[in-house]
């Protein structure tokens, strides 16, 4: 997939967003062209945070990085190193656990994402125009392991005071 212009990009949900499943979410676009759609993952919504059961053994150690990439395709799991770099976002994805898992969780990269989130080619395009989405450049603020809808707030109201959120018309 050719990268686009929202490719290493954050998405914010727009505070007009009517789909319950992306309200108050920042998603990192990590792959994006006109021909193909675009694919990202949803990073302020820790899995610790939506369902109220308990977590499976095998990932308890790492329930803090385990986060609701998306609704699409949930029931496959991939670790990424993401981190900040001068000129945008690195989205590292490995195929299976690292074995360097102790330095990249130390180092606040590690996340572990259930399912992503996609668009048909064309869709994304509709749906920033429309206002469903701000798009932005990724911060370590942003992309924060502990990034939450509370960032998402107060990036909303951050913009809001410089007159830059765009809402539904």
Not at 52 to 71: R, S, Y
Not at 108 to 135: I, N
Request: aromatic fraction near 10%.
């Amino acid at each position: 997939m050719e990268t686009s212009k929202f490719s290493g990009k954050c998405l914010l949900a727009s505070p007009a967003m009517n789909d319950p499943r992306f309200a108050e979410t920042i998603i990192l676009v990590v792959e994006h062209s006109e021909a193909d759609g675009a694919v990202g993952y949803v990073i302020n919504r820790p899995l610790r945070n939506i369902f109220n059961v308990p977590v499976p053994d095998l990932i308890k150690p790492f329930e803090d990085l385990a986060f609701i990439g998306g609704p699409v395709g949930i029931d496959s799991i991939i670790f990424a190193d993401i981190q900040c770099i001068p000129n945008g976002v690195s989205f590292y994805v490995y195929g299976k656990m690292p074995t360097d898992v102790e330095a990249t969780c130390a180092a606040g990269r590690l996340r572990m994402f259930y399912g992503y989130t996609g668009w048909s080619p064309g869709q994304l395009e509709d749906e920033v125009a429309r206002g469903d989405w701000l798009v932005v450049d990724p911060t370590p603020e942003l992309i924060a392991p502990d990034s939450s809808t509370q960032t998402w707030q107060k990036k909303i109201a951050e913009m809001a005071s410089t007159g830059k959120p765009r809402r539904k018309k």
